[in-house]
């Protein structure tokens, strides 16, 4: 059943992009169908598939990424004796994040935290202004992503810096 609603939404959006819909309300829809294709490959609801994918999974990757990031820039650069506290500060709100939403919707089941999840979007689109599509844009897409990339280039400048002290040490002959 959930293939055959991907297409369908697929179909709304090549009816989208005919109709010059808005590029956010078609990158939305496009998400939809996947999620739902996604549901339908591991044979669980489309709900389900949410959940797991956004309360659940999404969340740990950006805290594993930024756990990562942290444990990589302290072992780099090792001679800074401030980089141990300043990546146990950085780590805090990744941990403290997933916490609250995990603790917020856990108890409720998988369709149970997709439905309370709706509902909360719902209401941050409105007190935000920008509606129920954009803050799910926002939070899901953009927001991960951004963190993702910060998390890279933090662990880039670190790799970076590591390779230009080890540089400067085989000049000087240290």
Request: proline fraction near 3%.
């Amino acid at each position: 059943m959930s293939k055959y609603k991907a297409i369908i939404i697929l179909i709304i959006v090549l009816v989208g992009l005919i109709l010059m819909v808005p590029a956010s309300i078609i990158v939305f829809y496009i998400c939809c169908a996947i999620m739902q294709i996604v549901a339908w490959i591991f044979g669980v609801t489309y709900e389900a598939a949410n959940t797991i994918c956004f309360i659940y999974l999404e969340p740990a990757i950006i805290t594993l990424t930024a756990t990562i990031t942290a444990c990589y820039v302290v072992h780099k650069l090792k001679p800074h004796i401030l980089w141990v506290p300043l990546a146990i500060i950085y780590l805090i709100p990744y941990y403290m994040g997933c916490y609250v939403i995990w603790s917020h919707y856990y108890p409720l089941g998988l369709d149970g935290a997709c439905r309370l999840a709706y509902k909360d979007l719902e209401v941050l689109g409105n007190v935000t202004g920008v509606g129920y599509i954009a803050i799910n844009l926002f939070l899901f897409i953009i927001l991960f992503l951004g963190l993702m990339i910060l998390n890279i280039l933090i662990m880039r400048r670190a790799y970076k810096h590591n390779l230009s002290s080890k540089a400067s040490s085989l000049r000087t002959g240290d």
